[in-house]
T-cell receptor, first 111, second 112 residues
Framework: DVKVTQSSRYLVKRTGEKVFLECVQDMDHENMFWYRQDPGLGLRLIYFSYDVKMKEKGDIPEGYSVSREKKERFSLILESASTNQTSMYLC??????????FGPGTRLTVT | AQSVTQLDSQVPVFEEAPVELRCNYSSSVSVYLFWYVQYPNQGLQLLLKYLSGSTLVKGINGFEAEFNKSQTSFHLRKPSVHISDTAEYFCAVKGGYQKVTFGTGTKLQVIP
């Protein structure tokens, strides 16, 4: 079974802090994605990566950056967390641009 | 550009009754279509997908969906729901080389 793990299920940070969300997949997938999920808005793509060190902006990249130094790991970085970044963050991976496999999510609260 | 519309944000249904969750999409190219399910406090998992071939697609847990190109729809159906089907369901579309676009989700509430 494909497994996508995220470093934390719940995270509480203060405004202005730098926040790292880690995602690891164990199936050698080329593509990895970061989404945020908010009630009534569904999933919105923040960034995705189709290869090591490659990244592309999604629909809502402002306030976020990413890093992919190894194929299995994709990190989302909030340089200076703000309260409007309180959300559920979902990581996913896929072999082709087809079915995606999701991690359990990180619920981030910024106070 | 592509888009997905899930018209119903919440669908309450009694246990053992049939259910249909609606999904309409728009795209200027041929599409792949997906339904994902999210149980409480979990990530999404794939229910079923349409890539090509038969327009009636069967998925896990007794769900099925029908691709209707003329109506640009991909509605999800189950003939008899169970309490354990209570979850949020997301329709998604991928056209050509574009990334996947997700709908806003439909919360299915199964009433005992």
């Amino acid at each position: 079974d494909v497994k996508v793990t995220q470093s934390s299920r719940y995270l509480v940070k203060r405004t202005g802090e730098k926040v790292f969300l880690e995602c690891v997949q164990d199936m050698d997938h080329e593509n990895m994605f970061w989404y945020r999920q908010d009630p009534g808005l569904g999933l919105r793509l923040i960034y995705f990566s189709y290869d090591v060190k490659m990244k592309e902006k999604g629909d809502i990249p402002e306030g976020y950056s990413v890093s992919r130094e190894k194929k299995e790991r994709f990190s989302l970085i909030l340089e200076s967390a703000s309260t409007n970044q309180t959300s559920m963050y979902l990581c996913a991976s896929s072999r082709s641009l087809d079915e995606q496999y999701f991690g359990p999510g990180t619920r981030l609260t910024v106070t | 550009a592509q888009s997905v519309t899930q018209l119903d944000s919440q669908v309450p249904v009694f246990e053992e009754a049939p259910v249909e969750l609606r999904c309409n999409y728009s795209s200027s190219v041929s599409v792949y279509l997906f339904w994902y399910v999210q149980y409480p406090n979990q990530g999404l998992q794939l229910l079923l997908k349409y890539l090509s071939g038969s327009t009636l697609v069967k998925g896990i847990n007794g769900f099925e969906a029908e691709f209707n190109k003329s109506q640009t729809s991909f509605h999800l159906r189950k003939p008899s729901v169970h309490i354990s089907d209570t979850a949020e369901y997301f329709c998604a579309v991928k056209g050509g080389y574009q990334k996947v676009t997700f709908g806003t989700g439909t919360k299915l509430q199964v009433i005992p």
